[in-house]
């Protein structure tokens, strides 16, 4: 069967548990595929290949491409598809079930793409994140408010959590936005394509991610109220008397350096009681 009439006889059903949001605008997934700029020899990893509208112009100028895919009927379509294609790999399984240490020939060398689904892209993000070192660079559309949570500045009313966990790791680049019309189904929201580079060198101190991600979480759990009454849980009143930044101020005042000193202290100096 050619690839023609494996496309023209599949007809899927869209599963909403699964996020599944079908790009079929030429003009953005051209742009896309032009933002990576695959290159022969590059270790190129999509999640959610759906009925594979990246997949193909990527494997074509990329040569080679594992896929990961957790909806069965879409994974047998890819399959037949580019049955003919020695270059095409499929791992169907849950993305956050695989590992990416198996994947890469070494070092920062994967490049991982997709059209995310949005269902589970925040806790796609962070587990992405534990395998930074693995990784080169990353493309993702997901939904516009993620994106630009992910890129806020301080003092932005989206600046919180993933946008300091991001970008200690990450150089956090928004390309381009895309509307619903871009998608079947048409999802409800806006969306945009981002780039996430991993930092080399890091700017920033080494600190282990547990302490930066426990002085995080604690800082934004009440937004309003100031770092004196949020870090309290984190610190000892000795400790809270000589933090480095303004207690007076609240959680999205800091820039991602000053989580990373108090991180420190609280990997030196251990939680309060
Ligand atoms: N890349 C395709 C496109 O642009 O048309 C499909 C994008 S669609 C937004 C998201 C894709 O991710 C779907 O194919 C869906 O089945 C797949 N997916 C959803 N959850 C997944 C998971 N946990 N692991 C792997 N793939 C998943």
Same mark, same amino acid.
């Given at each position: ?17 699964? $996020? ?30 759906? =009925? ?6 990527? *494997? ?17 379509? *890819? ?16 993305? /956050? ?12 060398? *994967? ?12 806790? *796609? /993000?962070?587990?992405?994140?534990? =395998? ?24 932005? $009313? ?8 991001? =970008? ?6 928004? +390309? ?33 991610? =547990? ?31 000589? +933090? ?30």
């Amino acid at each position: 069967m050619s690839q023609e009439d494996n496309e023209s006889t599949y007809h899927h059903r869209a599963r909403k548990r699964f $996020g599944q949001n079908f790009l079929h605008d030429e003009h953005v997934i051209a742009r896309i595929v032009r933002a990576i700029t695959p290159g022969p020899g590059q270790k190129l990893v999509e999640i959610g290949p759906g =009925q594979g509208a990246l997949t193909a112009p990527l *494997l074509a100028a990329a040569g080679e491409l594992t896929a990961i895919e957790i909806d069965r009927d879409l994974a047998a379509m *890819l399959r037949s598809r580019f049955a003919g294609n020695p270059g095409f790999h499929l791992i169907e399984n849950d993305v /956050l079930e695989v590992d990416f240490a198996a994947l890469a020939p070494g070092p920062a060398s *994967l490049r991982i793409v997709g059209n995310l689904p949005y269902n589970i892209s925040t806790p *796609l /993000l962070f587990h992405l994140l534990q =395998q930074h070192p693995l990784i080169h660079d990353m493309l993702f559309m997901l939904q516009l408010e993620v994106v630009q949570r992910l890129a806020a500045q301080p003092g932005n $009313g989206d600046y919180g959590r993933l946008s300091v966990m991001m =970008q200690y790791y990450c150089e956090v680049e928004m +390309l381009f936005k895309v509307p619903p019309g871009s998608f079947t189904p048409r999802p409800k929201v806006d969306s945009a394509v981002v780039r996430l580079t991993p930092r080399r060198p890091s700017p920033f101190a080494a600190v282990q991610p =547990q302490a930066l991600a426990h002085v995080v979480k604690a800082a934004f759990s009440q937004r309003r109220k100031t770092l004196r009454n949020t870090l309290k849980e984190v610190f000892s009143p000795v400790q809270m008397a000589s +933090l480095p930044v303004d207690t007076g101020l609240r959680a999205e005042n800091l820039g991602v350096d000053d989580y990373v000193r108090l991180a420190l202290i609280l990997e030196q100096g251990g939680a309060s009681a």
